[in-house]
Nanobody, 117 residues
Framework: QVQLVESGGGLVQAGASLRLSCAASGRTGSVDAMGWFRQAPGKERDFIARINWIAGVTYYADSVKGRFTISRDNAKNVVYLQMNSLKPEDTAVYYC??????????WGQGTQVTVSS
């Protein structure tokens, strides 16, 4: 089992920055990758970014490419999502997830990000 706890959400104005954190605990040695997803009201949960746990290779959704950066601190078992130039359409609940054997098996409880115009 892997436990994930997100933090860092909040209310900001358009153009501002936020950094989300995801602290992982438990069997983190079995994790292939960590990722961030988001879900806006009435919409499906969408993939935002992913980072391979060992190699550090990153992938981004087109909607956030160039504005968001995912990174990790393996020693602390923490994954970050640096979000710059935030837009109102970035408003959503942001979830951290851990991939195991090719599936996103573990999820955090989510953290709310609200961007006002």
């Amino acid at each position: 089992q892997v436990q994930l706890v997100e933090s860092g959400g909040g209310l900001v104005q358009a153009g501002a920055s936020l950094r989300l954190s995801c602290a992982a605990s438990g069997r983190t040695g079995s994790v292939d990758a960590m990722g961030w997803f988001r879900q806006a009201p009435g919409k499906e949960r969408d993939f935002i970014a992913r980072i391979n746990w060992i190699a550090g290779v990153t992938y981004y959704a087109d909607s956030v490419k160039g504005r968001f950066t995912i990174s990790r601190d393996n020693a602390k078992n923490v994954v970050y999502l640096q979000m710059n130039s935030l837009k109102p359409e970035d408003t959503a609940v942001y979830y951290c997830a851990a991939m195991y054997l090719g599936n996103w098996n573990y999820w955090g409880q989510g953290t709310q990000v609200t961007v006002s115009s």
